[in-house]
């Protein structure tokens, strides 16, 4: 019994089989069991979910805003459209009902788990933006840090003067870095320093850093990208848990 074909390249039909074996051969097979997987998965706990709330005025409302993003409100440009990519209205509809039903779905997984994720990974979230002045000696720093507080001297100045990093050539600017990735030496520095400070000098390989704090970025969940980042992750980790979980055999026709 031959398998039946979905593809046809130049009239020539190729059969699932067939298909596979391609993908096989080219290293791209797991990665199409995975995204096959996935969208099982999903439209398994879509079915399961208590039925959406979605309106046949929120699907039409949806379309004509798409047609008329795509400027496709004229009816014989928007078939020509539909036919270009070779769908249909109907599938069109079918599309815009699943993320809508997502839409629905997605909250219910994510929103138990938001509050507790955010203070689990606050420290990594937190920034503060910091500027530095490196040198190769701890005398060296030590004076520099007691000529900026004690006798006034221009942090920017000196860093232009003595650092040694690139970074001297703008200021010794670092931008805003995640609380959680700076050193637990500096960390705890920080942590009670203020807008201002100077902290150290610390030693790393064998060189000796002087940081000026400018600016704490404290996290929030108000925070749009903050929430939409973290709603992604609990998401992902949510559908990998139920990947690991399932049995995926394939069967080749020899």
Not at 59 to 74: G, H, S
Not at 80 to 96: H, P, R, S
Not at 164 to 187: F, H, K, P, T
Request: glycine residues 4%; proline residues 4%.
């Amino acid at each position: 019994m031959n398998t039946p074909a979905f593809l046809y390249i130049d009239s020539q039909p190729i059969p699932i089989d067939q298909i596979l074996r391609y993908l096989h051969t080219s290293g791209q097979l797991e990665s199409f069991i995975s995204t096959v997987l996935h969208q099982h998965i999903l439209e398994q706990a879509l079915q399961s979910c208590p039925e959406a709330h979605i309106s046949l005025e929120q699907v039409e409302r949806m379309i004509a805003e798409f047609r008329q993003q795509k400027q496709l409100v004229d009816d014989q440009c928007f078939q020509q459209w539909l036919a270009q990519e070779g769908t249909t209205e109907i599938a069109l509809k079918q599309d815009i009902m699943h993320r809508l039903r997502l839409e629905q779905f997605v909250p219910t997984i994510v929103e138990p788990k938001l509050q507790e994720t955010f203070i689990n990974q606050k420290l990594y979230l937190d920034q503060v933006v910091l500027s530095q002045l490196v040198v190769d000696s701890q005398e060296l720093a030590e004076e520099l840090k007691t000529q900026i507080t004690e006798e006034g001297a221009s942090f920017e100045q000196l860093v232009r003067e003595y650092s040694v990093s690139d970074d001297r050539l703008i200021n010794g600017m670092m931008g805003a870095l995640s609380r959680g990735q700076l050193s637990d030496g500096l960390r705890a520095m920080i942590d009670v320093a203020q807008p201002g400070d100077i902290v150290g000098p610390l030693e790393f390989e064998q060189q000796w850093f002087l940081y000026r704090v400018e600016q704490f970025i404290p996290a929030s969940l108000a925070d749009e990208a903050i929430q939409t980042s973290l709603q992604t992750q609990i998401f992902e980790e949510w559908m990998a848990e139920r990947m690991r979980d399932r049995h995926v055999e394939l069967q080749l026709a020899s």
